[in-house]
């Protein structure tokens, strides 16, 4: 994982809420070697690489604690990513 240079498969990524505050911006973009990435995976590598973000890997992979959206649409985690997805990353949304 590399930040926007090299690689087959380009993803943006936003961050929303103490999560932006954590990586450091809103907006990232990861260039990734393989041509396309389960979102598990790619969840599992943001953990990995910002601890900070208070999300157990566990956790993202079952939706109990962010909020993915994948290209507007809320998405599955075995989901494969390909090159020019936009994913979004929120904290839990609750309603009331």
């Known amino acids: 994982m590399t930040n926007g240079s090299g690689g087959e498969m380009r993803i943006m990524i936003s961050f929303y809420g103490p999560y932006r ?24 590598r943001i953990c990995q690489r910002w601890p900070g973000l208070g999300i157990a890997v566990e956790k993202v992979i079952e939706y109990e604690s962010v909020t993915v959206i994948v290209n507007g649409q809320f998405a599955e985690s075995t989901m494969l ?3 020019g997805d936009e994913i979004q990353i929120f904290p839990p949304l609750h309603g009331g």
């Open 21 to 44: 505050h954590v990586v450091g911006t809103n907006e990232i973009q990861l260039t990734f070697a393989e041509a396309s990435l389960a979102l598990n995976e790619l969840l599992k």
């Open 81 to 83: 990513l390909k090159d």
